[in-house]
């Protein structure tokens, strides 16, 4: 098992798949962004050497990630290779939706349990204006396909952002009235990329919860209070989903953090918001063997950063959210 110097148990890796994608979303990145060479990510073969070594220290649950995962080439045999590993209790996805539409199936016969779809809102003018290149029509057609797969409960993750979505919280909620959805609304967080928008526009969950109840009533507090993941829950009366807030910025969840990431380009992320970083291609490309790699593990967990700086106004700057994987 793998143990940080807090005494906190990491065994979630989320692991992003590609820094490619086939939007550009106005808080993630820029439009003329630039990615990485294929040769520099991890290959397929890598990532599995890297998921059995996980397993073995205990990681027994696995998010894929990105960039936008699906855009990566042999998506579904990846998949199917990577849930086959033992000990993988758990394999999900982050997914922007918009290939999920013939995905979705293959996806759910290779392994994969749930996904997290983000959908920003349900205005199609605004969609273009926050993702830049994106059709919310396919997305949502998207979302129904992951449904309909079993790829269930769907999660819809809604990044708030002052300007661009902040009077489409509401209409995001009622989708819980009627669909068993957690829609969860993410304060943005600040990296490399899309800076300056990124601190100056968040949206913090208090004027969100307002903006809720202002509309649909009172927000009751749902799965006994506790944390599901990162998200607080919270239910609209009769409703058939939940309301979720991940607010890392105003009520951060470090405390509780079970998590470690690794990036596309084989580093090893202790912290989302922290530059901090284990670099694993590296010596796996030279050759290392298991041990050395377990070695180069376990120190980096033991030594992940308590927790973010973002209330001292500090932030990660060597990576841009993309590169990270959310
Ligand atoms: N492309 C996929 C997607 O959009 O769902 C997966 C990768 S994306 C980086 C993962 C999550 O991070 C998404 O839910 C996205 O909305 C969220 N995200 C991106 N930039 C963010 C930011 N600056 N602050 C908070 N969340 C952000
Ligand atoms: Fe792509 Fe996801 Fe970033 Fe949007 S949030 S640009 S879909 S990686």
């Not at 995001?172 to 990124?198: C, D, N, S, Y």
């Not at 949206?203 to 307002?210: A, F, G, R, S």
């Not at 109840?213 to 989903?241: S, V």
């Amino acid at each position: 098992m793998a143990f940080d110097r807090f005494g906190r148990n990491i065994h979630y890796m989320r692991i992003s798949l590609t820094d490619h994608c086939n939007l550009r979303c106005v808080y993630c990145m820029p439009e003329d962004m630039t990615f990485r060479p294929s040769a520099e990510l991890l290959q397929d073969d890598e990532l599995i050497v890297l998921m059995r070594l996980f397993t073995s220290l205990g990681f027994d649950k696995f998010r894929l990630t990105g960039g936008e995962p699906t855009v990566r080439a042999h998506i579904v045999d990846l998949v199917q290779e990577m849930t086959a590993v033992p000990g993988v209790r758990f394999m999900t996805m982050t997914t922007n939706g918009v290939l999920l539409g013939k995905l979705a199936a293959p996806l759910k016969a290779a392994g994969l349990q749930r996904v997290n779809i983000s959908l920003d809102t349900l205005d199609p003018d605004r969609f273009k204006r926050l993702t830049r290149w994106g059709s919310l029509e396919q997305v949502w057609e998207g979302i129904l396909a992951a449904e309909q797969a079993g790829l269930a409960p769907v999660k819809i993750n809604a990044v708030v952002v002052r300007g661009y979505n902040e009077r489409d919280v509401p209409d995001l909620a009622r989708l819980t009235l009627e669909h068993p959805w957690q829609v969860r609304f993410i304060e943005m967080m600040p990296f490399a990329g899309a800076t300056e928008l990124q601190k100056t526009q968040v949206v913090p969950q208090k004027e969100m919860i307002e903006r809720i109840q202002a509309d649909l009533g009172p927000l009751e507090p749902a799965n006994d209070g506790k944390l599901d993941g990162e998200a607080r829950l919270f239910r609209l009366p009769g409703g058939l989903g939940e309301v979720g807030f991940i607010s890392s910025v105003t009520v951060p969840f470090c405390a509780s953090c079970t998590r470690a990431r690794l990036t596309a380009d084989g580093k090893l992320r202790l912290c989302l918001l922290r530059e901090k970083e284990v670099d694993l291609l590296t010596p796996l490309r030279a050759g290392a063997g298991l041990g050395e790699l377990r070695k180069l593990v376990l120190d980096g967990v033991w030594h992940k950063p308590w927790g973010h700086g973002l209330a001292d106004g500090q932030v990660a700057l060597n990576r841009g959210m993309s590169e990270i994987g959310g």
